[in-house]
């Protein structure tokens, strides 16, 4: 019964969008780079003016024709940033692709990087079909081997709740170890998130294992990943599990993490480790605390419920009666909110930049100097002072 409970507590909830019903984002399209991908849009289209479909008819007689025509980087970046969501233009952008990646090597000079950007526009086109076969198909010889596009592939599946591909992912990165990690915090919150939402017994035991690998080689999760690794215990009727990682985090008064643990020991029966939790949100604002602590009502409701369900001995009578004047007061105060906990850890994360910036930064891969992108993460070997034309530049 308490296992059901709690799942009612965190259940699953979407935030639809009235114009396109679409799944709350994890990440945001500023953090995931998708925002500078649009714009970067905008301006190849308004220099092609009147001639998109030009261009476009010109490659498609391109890629179709005999191999000897060539594919060169710039007919590729052209493409990916004209791309209208239909089934021809997809389909071009698979041919170019293709075309692209059988041409030789040796004939690829520049320090452009496309894994990230092509993952872009399917993220943004909402396509994770595309988006799986141009990775499944093209990555073999490491065409997508950035994080980057790891992560952006992974969240735009987590958004179309294709969680057991989001497990999949990871299992990839942690095999290949892309860029030299295998654990990348972004990817590793997105497993989690999955996990969570999917709710399943396999999904439960991938998390509990995936916890326990972080832990033996002294990884520490980001805090949004252990409040989902902790809320999915509790959603499989572990609670003692729940404490347990909740306690990995070294500041245990953030908003997630407070509650659940909260929730977890309402589970536990001990209620005399309530208060301190209590009091911790009722003490007078520090000098580094601006914001106001709070709690879901939710909580407090099954905090609450925990009270009425308790005996009425000497010691759990002075208990109850602590929590329900803090309960009052925080009411009184307006530190109960009506959002719901699944909302709180489910919201969105505007920015993956971190105490350096540019360092771990989603959005830092795609950067836009006079319209030309350049990919931090791979260097030329040659220079040459005149680049081969590309299809836009011939009549």
């Known amino acids: 019964m308490y296992r059901k409970s709690v799942q009612s507590l965190l259940a699953s909830t979407k935030t639809v969008s ?44 391109l890629v179709s024709s005999s191999e000897t025509n060539m594919i060169f980087t710039e007919d590729l970046k052209n493409v990916i940033h004209l791309l209208d969501n239909t089934p021809d233009d ?18 690829r000079f520049g320090n452009y990087v496309f894994g990230p950007v ?7 086109l909402g396509d994770p079909e595309l988006a799986l076969e141009l990775f499944r198909e093209t990555n073999k010889d490491g065409f997508f081997d950035q994080l980057s596009s790891y992560q952006i592939l992974g969240d735009l599946l987590y958004e179309n709740g294709r969680y057991r591909e989001v497990r999949e992912l990871c299992d990839s990165i942690k095999g290949r170890q892309i860029q030299g990690g295998r654990f990348p915090k972004h990817c590793i919150t997105l497993t989690f998130a999955a996990c969570y939402k999917e709710n399943t017994p396999a999904s439960y035991q991938y998390a509990m294992d995936l916890w326990k690998e972080l ?32 306690g990995t985090v070294m500041k245990g008064n953030y908003v997630t993490i407070r509650q659940l643990k909260t929730v977890a020991l309402c589970a536990l029966g001990r209620l005399d480790d309530l208060l301190p939790i209590f009091r911790s949100v009722l003490e007078v604002k520090g000098h580094y605390q601006e914001k106001q602590q709070t709690f879901c009502r939710e909580v407090v409701q099954k905090v609450q419920e925990t009270l009425g369900n308790t005996g009425d001995s000497v010691g759990s009578a002075s208990v109850k009666l602590d929590l329900e004047r803090m309960i009052q007061y925080l ?28 360092k771990n930064n989603l959005a830092e891969s795609y950067n836009t100097h006079g319209g030309r992108q350049v990919q931090r993460n791979f260097r030329p070997t040659k220079r040459f002072d005149q680049l081969r034309p590309g299809l836009s530049d011939m009549n």
């Open 18 to 61: 009235s114009a396109f019903g679409a799944y709350r984002y994890l990440y945001s399209a500023s953090a995931l780079g998708i925002d500078g991908y649009a714009a970067h849009c905008e301006k190849t289209r308004t220099q092609y003016l009147h001639n998109v479909d030009h261009f476009k008819r010109k490659l498609r007689d």
């Open 90 to 107: 997809k389909q071009l952008l698979k041919d170019t692709i293709s075309r692209y990646n059988r041409q030789g090597k040796e004939l």
């Open 118 to 124: 092509i993952m872009r526009a399917c993220h943004r």
């Open 215 to 246: 832990n033996s080689v002294g990884h520490i999760p980001m805090r949004k990943a252990t409040a989902f690794a902790a809320a999915l215990a509790l959603n499989n009727g572990q609670p003692e599990i729940a404490i347990e990682i909740l």
């Open 331 to 358: 009411e009184t105060n307006g530190q109960i909110l009506d959002e719901t906990l699944d909302s709180v850890m489910c919201s969105e994360i505007v920015s993956t930049g971190q105490r350096n910036p540019g």
